[in-house]
T-cell receptor, first 115, second 111 residues
Framework: AQSVAQPEDQVNVAEGNPLTVKCTYS??????LFWYVQYPNRGLQFLLK??????LVKGSYGFEAEFNKSQTSFHLKKPSALVSDSALYFC?????????????FGKGTRLSVIA | DGGITQSPKYLFRKEGQNVTLSCEQN?????MYWYRQDPGQGLRLIYY???????QKGDIAEGYSVSREKKESFPLTVTSAQKNPTAFYLC??????????FGPGTRLTVL
């Protein structure tokens, strides 16, 4: 069965510094991978996805993520963090060719950007 | 949040009551999902439906029921059998673009 691990419950970074939020996955074959962001008392907002092609994926709000098949990772990155990036971030996975079966989510990583 | 609406935003339930959470989407998506979110536990799947008039149990379906009579609607009923229903409930839908789109959520509190 597929699974996602987000090894850090909390990540703290100073404003203007680069940020990384880690995600590793376990799934058979080449996975579909996703990142979402959640602000307090709101639904999840889609940031970016990897389906196929370039391993570096660019998404909303200046975020990007790199698919690394050998390390089974899909870390979220941003070159320069903003205080407004402070939120809860979720990584998710779905096996390929699985139609609209539900995404499997990690437990989330809380990002705190300090001014 | 665009395209998926959930109501109400806040809901209070007394012990022994059934309550129904509404989820509507105008994205013409075939698939819809219900998740429960508790602090520190991420999202847990309650039920999902890939087509009208069909649905499957997720990981924590006990104490919940759903229906999918229309493509745009997927209501969730929290029954009195659900012993600890206080949580944030999220509805989502998906079409041909792989990702799921989420509604704004309903926060349910048991009094």
């Amino acid at each position: 069965a597929q699974s996602v691990a987000q090894p850090e419950d909390q990540v703290n970074v100073a404003e203007g510094n680069p940020l990384t939020v880690k995600c590793t996955y376990s799934v058979s074959g080449n996975p579909y991978l996703f990142w979402y962001v959640q602000y307090p008392n709101r639904g999840l907002q889609f940031l970016l996805k990897y389906i196929t092609g370039d391993n570096l994926v660019k998404g909303s709000y200046g975020f990007e993520a790199e698919f690394n098949k050998s390390q089974t990772s899909f870390h979220l990155k941003k070159p320069s963090a903003l205080v407004s990036d402070s939120a809860l971030y979720f990584c998710a996975v779905r096996p390929p060719d699985s139609g609209n079966t539900p995404l499997v989510f990690g437990k989330g990583t809380r990002l705190s950007v300090i001014a | 949040d665009g395209g998926i609406t959930q109501s109400p935003k806040y809901l209070f339930r007394k012990e022994g009551q059934n309550v129904t959470l509404s989820c509507e989407q105008n994205l013409n998506h075939d698939a819809m999902y219900w998740y429960r979110q508790d602090p520190g536990q991420g999202l847990r799947l309650i039920y999902y439906s890939q087509i009208v008039n069909d649905f499957q149990k997720g990981d924590i379906a006990e104490g919940y029921s759903v229906s999918r009579e229309k493509k745009e609607s997927f209501p969730l009923t929290v029954t009195s059998a659900q012993k600890n229903p206080t949580a944030f409930y999220l509805c989502a839908s998906a079409g041909a673009r792989y990702e799921q789109f989420f509604g704004p959520g309903t926060r349910l509190t048991v009094l």
